[in-house]
C-alpha cells in the first residue's frame, strides 16, 4: 500500500502544491484546512505521517502535533513553517516532531524530508521487532566471528573503556552494545541509546547535551540531554559515524574530559557516564575523506568489535530460523519446520539487509503459509533464486557407494562449514569428516 500522507495548512494554495508533489511521488495524500479537521481525519484513518504547518488559526501546528500523539500514534509529523530557527525546530521535536521543513520549499525538498522520516520511522520499527525477537532467544552462534565478538565482549564488559562495534545494518550491534552493559558493573544503572543517524544535524548537539534556560526562544526550562540522562550507567551513541564536523570535536571532548556544556550555558559539567558507540561506515576511509576527525577516530577505537554479516556466518542460520520462526507461528498450531529445499536457500542467500532482512522473510512465509511447513514458494524470488540445484543421487546403474559420494561431495559444496553440510545430510559432523576423508573430499 502507499504510504499514507495527512497535509494540515490553512493555505489552500499549500495545500494543493503539497498534494501534487506527493502524489508525484506516489504517496496517498489527504488534506485538511484546520488543526481540529485534520485531528479528525487521523482519528478515522491514522496516516503514516503528517506535514502540519506551525501557524494554523484555532490550534497551532505543536499543538496539533501533541494531540496526534495522541490520536495517532504511530504517525510521524513533519512540522512546516516559515520561520525555519533552531529554536522553533526544537520545540517541534519535543512536542514529538520528527523533522521540519521551511517554506518557502522545493518539491524536492519535500520529496527528501518525508522519504528521509519515513525510512527511519521504518528502521526503527524494523530494530524494534529484531530486537524483541532476539530477546526470545539467547545468543547462540557457532560461527567463530561471534563468538570472538561476544567473547572480547565479555572481557572488557568489566572495565571502563570505550568501545567501538563495526559492523553492517542489522548485524545485532545495539544488541551487543546492551550485552556489555549488562555484564558491566553498571547493570544496575540506566542504559541510555541514541541513534544519530533518526536526530536532524542541527539538533544533534541539543538531543545529547541539552541546553540551558534562555538558550533560544522557547527555552524557558533547561533541558537534560542524552548524557546527562544516562547519570553514571551507559550510554550507547548508534551510527557515530554520521556526526557532524562540530559536533565531533564536543563529543571528543567528552571521551577526553569527561565534560560537556549544554547548548547556551558556558559551565562544564561532569559525565561519569561509559561510552559504547557502533557505526556501520569504514571510519578509516572517512577520516582518509576528511569527513571524520582522525583524533576522534583513535579516541573511539580503544576496544574495537566487529560483529560479522550474516553471509558471514551461515552455520547460524539454521538456528536463527528455528528461533524467528516461534514467534510467528500462529497461536494453536504447531510449529512450523522448514523443507529441505527452503533451508538450502535460505542458507545459501547472502541477506544483504542481515539478521533483520532473514527476520522480516520469515515474518512473512509463516503469514502467509496454510499448513507447518516452510516451502519455498513461501519465499521471496531473490531468496529463492539463490539456491543452487542439487544433483540426482542416482545416475544410471552406479554403485551405492558412488552415489552416496557424489551426494555428499555436492552438500559439501553448498554448504561453507562442515557442521551445516552435516546438518543437512542428517549426520554428526565427525561421520561427515570420515566420510570426506575416506572420499577424498575437500
Same mark, same amino acid.
Given at each position: 500500500m502507499k504510504p499514507h500522507i495527512l497535509v494540515i495548512d490553512d493555505d489552500e494554495s499549500i495545500r494543493r502544491t503539497l498534494r501534487l508533489c506527493l502524489e508525484s511521488g506516489d504517496y496517498a495524500v489527504s488534506m485538511a484546512a484546520s488543526g481540529e479537521a485534520g485531528l479528525a481525519l487521523a482519528k478515522k484513518q491514522p496516516p503514516d505521517l503528517a506535514i502540519v504547518d506551525l501557524r494554523l488559526g484555532g490550534m497551532d501546528g505543536l499543538a496539533v502535533t501533541r494531540a496526534l500523539a495522541q490520536e495517532a500514534p504511530g /504517525?510521524?509529523? %513533519? $512540522?512546516?513553517?516559515?520561520?525555519? !530557527? $533552531?529554536?522553533?525546530? %526544537? +520545540? /517541534?521535536? =519535543?512536542a514529538g516532531a520528527s523533522d521540519y521543513l521551511a517554506k518557502p520549499f522545493t518539491p524536492a525538498a519535500v520529496k527528501h524530508v518525508v522519504a528521509r522520516v519515513l525510512d527511519s520511522a521504518r528502521m526503527k520499527q524494523e530494530l524494534a521487532e529484531v530486537e524483541r525477537h532476539a =530477546?526470545?532467544? #539467547? %545468543?547462540? @552462534?557457532? @560461527? #567463530? *566471528?561471534v563468538i570472538e565478538a561476544y567473547t572480547l565482549a565479555e572481557r572488557v564488559a568489566g572495565s571502563e573503556a570505550t568501545v567501538l562495534l563495526l559492523g553492517e545494518t542489522g548485524t545485532g550491534k545495539s544488541l551487543l552494545a546492551r550485552h556489555v552493559h549488562q555484564r558491566s558493573p553498571r547493570a544496575s544503572r540506566p542504559f541510555v541509546t541514541v541513534n544519530c543517524a533518526t536526530i536532524s544535524s542541527n539538533l544533534i548537539e541539543n538531543e545529547l547535551f541539552g541546553h540551558a534556560k534562555g538558550a533560544f526562544t522557547g527555552a524557558d526550562q533547561p533541558r537534560a540531554g542524552y548524557v546527562e540522562a544516562a547519570k553514571n550507567g551507559s550510554i550507547f551513541v548508534d551510527e557515530v559515524g554520521d556526526l557532524g564536523k562540530e559536533t565531533q570535536g564536543k563529543f571528543l571532548r567528552l571521551l577526553e574530559e569527561r565534560e560537556y556544556v549544554r547548548v547556551g550555558d558556558t559551565e562544564p559539567r561532569r559525565s561519569d557516564a561509559r561510552i559504547i558507540a557502533a557505526t556501520h561506515r569504514d571510519l578509516k576511509t /572517512? %577520516?582518509?575523506?576528511? @569527513?571524520?576527525?582522525?583524533?576522534?577516530?583513535?579516541?573511539?577505537?580503544?576496544?574495537t568489535i566487529r560483529l560479522p554479516a550474516l553471509r558471514q556466518r551461515r552455520e547460524d542460520i539454521p538456528a536463527l530460523v528455528s528461533s524467528f520462526l516461534k514467534p510467528v507461528s500462529q497461536s494453536g498450531r504447531a510449529k512450523m519446520t522448514v523443507s529441505p529445499e527452503a533451508m538450502a536457500a535460505l542458507v545459501?542467500?547472502?541477506? #544483504?539487509?542481515? $539478521?533483520?532482512?532473514?527476520?522480516?522473510?520469515? +515474518?512473512?512465509? *509463516?503469514?502467509?503459509a496454510n499448513g507447518d511447513v516452510l516451502t519455498p514458494d513461501l519465499l521471496p524470488e531473490e531468496v529463492r533464486a539463490s539456491a543452487r540445484p542439487v544433483s540426482p543421487l542416482v545416475d544410471g546403474d552406479e554403485s551405492l557407494e558412488a552415489a552416496e559420494r557424489r551426494h555428499v561431495a555436492a552438500v559439501v559444496a553448498r554448504h561453507p562449514t562442515l557442521d !551445516?553440510?552435516?546438518?543437512?545430510?542428517g549426520i554428526d559432523p565427525s561421520t561427515l569428516y570420515r566420510?570426506? +576423508?575416506r572420499y577424498g573430499l575437500r
Amino acid at each position: 500500500m502507499k504510504p499514507h500522507i495527512l497535509v494540515i495548512d490553512d493555505d489552500e494554495s499549500i495545500r494543493r502544491t503539497l498534494r501534487l508533489c506527493l502524489e508525484s511521488g506516489d504517496y496517498a495524500v489527504s488534506m485538511a484546512a484546520s488543526g481540529e479537521a485534520g485531528l479528525a481525519l487521523a482519528k478515522k484513518q491514522p496516516p503514516d505521517l503528517a506535514i502540519v504547518d506551525l501557524r494554523l488559526g484555532g490550534m497551532d501546528g505543536l499543538a496539533v502535533t501533541r494531540a496526534l500523539a495522541q490520536e495517532a500514534p504511530g /504517525a510521524q509529523v %513533519v $512540522i512546516m513553517t516559515a520561520y525555519a !530557527t $533552531i529554536d522553533n525546530a %526544537v +520545540e /517541534a521535536m =519535543r512536542a514529538g516532531a520528527s523533522d521540519y521543513l521551511a517554506k518557502p520549499f522545493t518539491p524536492a525538498a519535500v520529496k527528501h524530508v518525508v522519504a528521509r522520516v519515513l525510512d527511519s520511522a521504518r528502521m526503527k520499527q524494523e530494530l524494534a521487532e529484531v530486537e524483541r525477537h532476539a =530477546r526470545r532467544a #539467547p %545468543v547462540k @552462534s557457532s @560461527s #567463530p *566471528g561471534v563468538i570472538e565478538a561476544y567473547t572480547l565482549a565479555e572481557r572488557v564488559a568489566g572495565s571502563e573503556a570505550t568501545v567501538l562495534l563495526l559492523g553492517e545494518t542489522g548485524t545485532g550491534k545495539s544488541l551487543l552494545a546492551r550485552h556489555v552493559h549488562q555484564r558491566s558493573p553498571r547493570a544496575s544503572r540506566p542504559f541510555v541509546t541514541v541513534n544519530c543517524a533518526t536526530i536532524s544535524s542541527n539538533l544533534i548537539e541539543n538531543e545529547l547535551f541539552g541546553h540551558a534556560k534562555g538558550a533560544f526562544t522557547g527555552a524557558d526550562q533547561p533541558r537534560a540531554g542524552y548524557v546527562e540522562a544516562a547519570k553514571n550507567g551507559s550510554i550507547f551513541v548508534d551510527e557515530v559515524g554520521d556526526l557532524g564536523k562540530e559536533t565531533q570535536g564536543k563529543f571528543l571532548r567528552l571521551l577526553e574530559e569527561r565534560e560537556y556544556v549544554r547548548v547556551g550555558d558556558t559551565e562544564p559539567r561532569r559525565s561519569d557516564a561509559r561510552i559504547i558507540a557502533a557505526t556501520h561506515r569504514d571510519l578509516k576511509t /572517512a %577520516v582518509a575523506q576528511g @569527513s571524520f576527525r582522525d583524533d576522534l577516530f583513535y579516541r573511539l577505537n580503544v576496544v574495537t568489535i566487529r560483529l560479522p554479516a550474516l553471509r558471514q556466518r551461515r552455520e547460524d542460520i539454521p538456528a536463527l530460523v528455528s528461533s524467528f520462526l516461534k514467534p510467528v507461528s500462529q497461536s494453536g498450531r504447531a510449529k512450523m519446520t522448514v523443507s529441505p529445499e527452503a533451508m538450502a536457500a535460505l542458507v545459501a542467500y547472502d541477506w #544483504p539487509g542481515n $539478521i533483520r532482512e532473514l527476520s522480516n522473510v520469515l +515474518e512473512r512465509a *509463516g503469514l502467509l503459509a496454510n499448513g507447518d511447513v516452510l516451502t519455498p514458494d513461501l519465499l521471496p524470488e531473490e531468496v529463492r533464486a539463490s539456491a543452487r540445484p542439487v544433483s540426482p543421487l542416482v545416475d544410471g546403474d552406479e554403485s551405492l557407494e558412488a552415489a552416496e559420494r557424489r551426494h555428499v561431495a555436492a552438500v559439501v559444496a553448498r554448504h561453507p562449514t562442515l557442521d !551445516t553440510a552435516a546438518r543437512a545430510l542428517g549426520i554428526d559432523p565427525s561421520t561427515l569428516y570420515r566420510k570426506r +576423508e575416506r572420499y577424498g573430499l575437500r
